[in-house]
């Protein structure tokens, strides 16, 4: 989509006290963040903050982030609407997109499912045979793999700490937009400076 100029965001706190953390030492407690006792503590983060954003190309975007949606357990979700069609990603269905074709005939409209786990998909061929799922776990050893490409054919690997940077430069200003109750412009980088 671009790099983001101008953004406006809210955050809200619903919970203002949690039961303090379990001192179990397990994983799977301190993942979950379930309480151990009786023992409450302040709740000094935000349970829900969204933005709207928009785009150099006059693009509008919209963001949301909360740990209020039951349901949901890794809902990590992009979607892209445009006038020709939109394409929607789930990382809770991590093999599968969703796309739709404004230009398909009258008579068969709406969005189809693409199974991306064939050969001609980037990475799987790196994988199992086609139409065989990869996993969440599996989404790391390929960005390993297009780091260790990088150090190799000594190129960058993208996306890099520039795309890191831009990201970080938005969230600040999705946080100062919050402070100051209004929308917020990002400087936009020189070529020779991100």
Request: with cysteine; proline share 7%; glycine share 10%.
């Amino acid at each position: 989509m671009g790099p983001i100029t101008r953004v406006v965001g809210l955050e809200q706190t619903f919970v203002r006290q949690r039961p303090a953390p379990a001192e179990t030492g397990k994983l799977s407690t301190m993942l979950t963040a379930e309480g151990g006792g009786s023992t409450l503590e302040p709740v000094d983060v935000d349970d829900a903050t969204l933005f709207l954003a928009r785009f150099a190309n006059e693009a509008v975007g919209s963001f949301e982030s909360t740990r209020f949606a039951a349901g949901r357990r890794n809902h990590n979700r992009l979607e892209v609407n445009g006038s020709k069609g939109s394409v929607v990603f789930d990382l809770e269905d991590l093999n599968r997109l969703q796309y739709y074709n404004a230009e398909d005939p009258k008579d068969v409209p709406g969005f189809r499912s693409i199974q991306t786990t064939e050969g001609c998909h980037p990475y799987i061929d790196h994988w199992w045979p086609p139409g065989h799922a990869i996993g969440y776990q599996n989404t790391f050893v390929n960005q390993f793999a297009d780091f260790f490409e990088a150090i190799v054919k000594d190129t960058k690997p993208e996306p890099g700490f520039e795309a890191g940077l831009a990201n970080q430069r938005v969230l600040d200003a999705v946080s100062r937009s919050i402070t100051a109750g209004g929308w917020v412009d990002l400087p936009q980088p020189s070529a020779a400076h991100p």
